[in-house]
Structure formats: C-alpha cells, structure tokens
Nanobody, 120 residues
Framework: QPHLVESGGGLVQPGGSLKLSCAASGFTLFYHSVAWFRQAPGKEREAISCISDMEDRTYYADSVKGRFTIARDKAKNMMSLEMNNLKPEDTAVYFC?????????????WGQGTQVTVSS
C-alpha cells in the first residue's frame, strides 16, 4: 500500500531555515509527479511547489519562490523541501503529495502533515 510520511517540522524564528522530508513506500517517487502543499489556520490547502514526473520540471508558488527548494532523492525514495528565510506567514501544516499513475487511473497520496511555526 503506497504511503507517505513527513518529518522535519517545528518552531523556527523569522529568517530561519527548516528542511522537511517525505519518505515514500509502496511506490517509486521518481516516476510520478510530487508536490508540497500547506494549509494555514482558516485557509484552504495550497500547492507551493512540485516536481513533474521524470522530467524534473519544478514549480514554485510566488509566495515561496527564491526561498524554498524542492528536491527528490531517487536512491532513498524521498522528497524534501528546503525552506530558507522563513516568515511568520509561512506558518502552516505542510503536506507532501504524490500523484501516482496506474493503468486504472490516477490516485493521489498524502502524508499526515507536519506543523511548521515561524515565530519569535
């Protein structure tokens, strides 16, 4: 059964850095599009970064462009989100996502979420 598990969230001061990781099991991340989403209190879940299947094209929301970096480690079957120059408005629960293509159709898998709090 495909499964995603995030780690690396926590409390950080404005201007600080954090690295989120997402470990996959039951499928190979490299062959599918993967993404990071976040959901702040009272707001809808939003996509902030993604890597397209094997072509490795990346996308960043304007709110994180230049500060966040998404990456995928084929050997470890993991993905990560390096977050620098964090701001209070980055406070949210962060989720990793994989869009897996099966012959029967596409299924989305989500991690359980990890809290990131940016505060002094």
């Amino acid at each position: 059964q495909p499964h995603l598990v995030e780690s690396g969230g926590g409390l950080v001061q404005p201007g600080g850095s954090l690295k989120l990781s997402c470990a996959a099991s039951g499928f190979t991340l490299f062959y599918h599009s993967v993404a990071w989403f976040r959901q702040a209190p009272g707001k809808e879940r939003e996509a902030i970064s993604c890597i397209s299947d094997m072509e490795d094209r990346t996308y960043y929301a304007d709110s994180v462009k230049g500060r966040f970096t998404i990456a995928r480690d084929k050997a470890k079957n993991m993905m990560s989100l390096e977050m620098n120059n964090l701001k209070p408005e980055d406070t949210a629960v962060y989720f990793c996502n994989a869009e897996v293509n099966y012959t029967s159709g596409i299924k989305n898998y989500w991690g359980q979420g990890t809290q990131v709090t940016v505060s002094s």
